[in-house]
């Protein structure tokens, strides 16, 4: 039914967590979802969202949040999981209602909910069995909760690598006396606590047998780590780096990934329309369709839709082919005689992103790259060349309109008008 209007990409996104997930709510609440079930349930849903046509994109890209290049496609493995957690919140509230009495119980026998949630657990090695509705419910917490990992603060008590025959440990005679993480059975340097010294320090009987259980326990990588810690605890020096959104480039952190995700999340600093963030989005995922993309699955010519003569791709269309280059000219001699910034449009900036040390600058620079390349679509599909004049037009009716929407576009015009003058 709602396939029958000509909606956006993102608008079918939309209307499938509205119209379709919604619907499965209600079971989800109180019971355990099969991940075959999730898959069934998925599968309809992207069906929708490709018009029940050719996937150009795996699932789960669209699925990823914008900073990832996605639609954030709602998965319902995801959405289930998100009920479970409702469910955990609502059990810490009101432990002693009815409801929760017999799932209380097996989580009291390690450290209860709340005190098993900071562990670093896996669910198939937890030392009580679980039913498979709770066993669902911490898998779900463990992917929300991410905890930071130091190695001295591990704790010991329901960890996934301190395992014995494969099963975590917990016992709460060494709860009461306060012994909960790795450093608690550490020296100074780092060295697992001889059986004497624990003796010494702990001032309770703990068998040697029961001791060695949970010092054998601990992995030597583990204990690897946190040694290094021990050791390196030298203060930080200040240094001046260059950041991408926080993160230093140098740092390992600052992969491809997070750099990705910088022009990912491009369009969507701007009040502009969905179809205008599409464009740019298919072209970042090399799915747009051009001609040469096209002529895979139907017949149809590779040639360009502007000048008739060369294969039309990417880069061909939104930036080598004559037509695009003049537009990209024009473009720059209007910043160079109606502002005081000359600009320089090349291959990456239009792609991906255009980089100035003026930040005002690259955000209107950017800003007018996305809605040149939709005009280019635009031109395109209406099998007209791009012309500059009627992108102007464009831009003013764009400024026009989001005048008095809100903070984002109040920041677009301003700059604009002290760019413009
Ligand atoms: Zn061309």
């Known amino acids: 039914m709602w396939l029958q209007r000509d909606l956006s990409m993102i608008g079918r996104v939309l209307l499938s967590k509205a119209d379709g997930i919604s619907r499965f709510v209600y079971p989800t609440l109180s019971l355990s ?66 409801w929760y009495f017999i799932p209380v119980n097996v989580f009291e026998k390690m450290g209860g909910l709340q005190f098993l949630l ?23 917490a463990k992917l929300c ?86 050791e390196h605890q030298t203060p930080k020096k200040l240094e001046f780096t260059f950041c991408i959104q926080g993160i230093d480039i140098k740092n390992k952190r600052c992969s491809n990934k997070h750099i990705r995700k910088y022009f990912w999340t491009l369009p969507h600093k701007f009040v502009i329309n969905n179809k205008i963030r599409e464009v740019h989005f298919k072209i970042l995922h090399n799915i747009y369709p051009t001609n040469s993309y096209i002529s895979h699955f139907v017949n149809i010519s590779t040639a360009c839709e502007f000048c008739k003569s060369e294969e039309e791709d990417i880069k061909h269309l939104f930036f080598e082919c004559c037509h695009t280059k003049l537009f990209w000219r024009k473009m720059e001699l209007y910043f160079a005689n109606k502002t005081t910034h000359t600009i320089k449009l090349e291959l990456k900036a239009i792609i991906l992103d255009y980089m100035n040390n003026n930040q005002e600058i690259q955000y209107i620079v950017n800003l007018f790259i996305l809605i040149v390349k939709f005009h280019i679509h635009k031109s395109k599909f209406s099998k007209t060349l791009p012309s500059f004049e009627s992108f102007n037009i464009e831009v003013d009716n764009y400024v026009k309109s989001i005048r008095l929407q809100n903070k984002k576009s109040q920041l677009t015009i301003r700059l604009y008008e002290e760019i413009f003058n």
């Not at 849903?45 to 709602?74: C, D, Q, T, Y």
């Not at 068998?207 to 601990?218: I, R």
């Open 118 to 140: 900071l562990c670093d657990y896996n669910v198939t090695k937890l030392p009580q069995k679980l039913a498979k509705f709770h066993q669902q419910t911490l898998t779900a």
């Open 33 to 98: 979802v099969h991940q075959n079930t999730c898959k069934e349930i998925n599968k309809i849903l992207i069906n929708f969202v490709w018009k029940n046509k050719r996937h150009h994109l795996k699932k789960e890209i669209l699925a990823g949040s914008r900073a990832e290049g996605g639609v954030e496609l709602l998965d319902f493995g995801d959405l289930n999981y998100t009920f479970k957690i409702k469910w955990i919140k609502e059990c810490l509230k009101a432990p002693n209602s009815l």
């Open 145 to 230: 909760f991410v905890h930071n990992f130091s190695p001295h603060k591990t704790i010991i008590w329901n960890n996934e690598y301190i395992t014995r025959q494969n099963k975590s440990l917990y016992l709460q005679k060494w709860m009461d006396k306060n012994i909960i993480y790795l450093s608690d059975i550490q020296s100074e340097t780092g060295q697992l606590l001889s059986y004497e010294e624990f003796l010494k320090s702990q001032l309770f009987p703990v068998t040697f047998k029961e001791f060695q259980a949970v010092t054998n326990a601990v992995p030597s990588g583990i204990l690897q780590l946190s040694k290094c810690y021990y």
